[in-house]
């Protein structure tokens, strides 16, 4: 079986190239997870930076998705699927659609293995820490649904849940 690291780097998705690493043309990064660690500490404790973080990824998945629909005509349903993958490939965590409402422009994901599961010991009370993560959903999601909605997390592996849950649903 072929991994879907392979069928990017097959179809020529996944390239290297002075010192630029890229997904489908989309310039990336690999940090770190101390730095994703600082976001989500820093955001729990500033509610304005937390909607920044917030915004700022919801606005970058929505271009990312804009992007490729445009220069490689993936629609809504195969977009599903590729976030998905993108999201376990990159080291996010194991994400997994509970369910997905196309005509109440509703989902709900569950994901494991996010790395708030290292802020568990620290104790930041019964409080959700993944809003940067939530951002991603609701951007990859509004281009999905073609309308603007938001995700929310309603339980976190940082307070010792099984699992992260987003619901996202429409503004």
Not at 10 to 37: A, N, W, Y
Not at 87 to 94: I, L, P, Q, R, S
Not at 97 to 107: F, V
Request: with cysteine; charged share 30%.
């Amino acid at each position: 079986m072929v991994s879907f690291v392979d069928k990017l780097l097959l179809g020529r998705e996944l390239k290297f190239e002075e010192g630029r690493l890229s997904i489908f043309d989309q310039r990336v990064l690999i940090v770190p997870v101390e730095l994703i660690l600082l976001l989500i500490e820093k955001s729990v404790a500033d509610e304005k930076f937390e909607q920044a973080i917030y915004d700022v990824m919801k606005k970058s998945v929505y271009g990312f998705c804009q992007t490729l629909a445009k220069r490689r005509g993936i629609e809504p349903k195969k977009m599903v699927d590729l976030l998905i993958n993108l999201a376990e490939m990159n080291g996010y965590g194991k994400l997994q659609l509970i369910n997905l409402d196309y005509d109440k422009k509703q989902a709900i994901f569950h994901m494991r293995s996010l790395p708030s599961e290292a802020l568990l010991e620290k104790k930041l009370g019964k409080r959700i820490v993944d809003r940067y993560w939530a951002g991603m959903l609701a951007g990859g999601a509004s281009w999905i649904f073609g309308e603007d909605v938001d995700a929310v997390e309603t339980r976190c592996v940082a307070d010792g849940k099984e699992s992260c849950e987003f619901v996202v649903r429409k503004v």
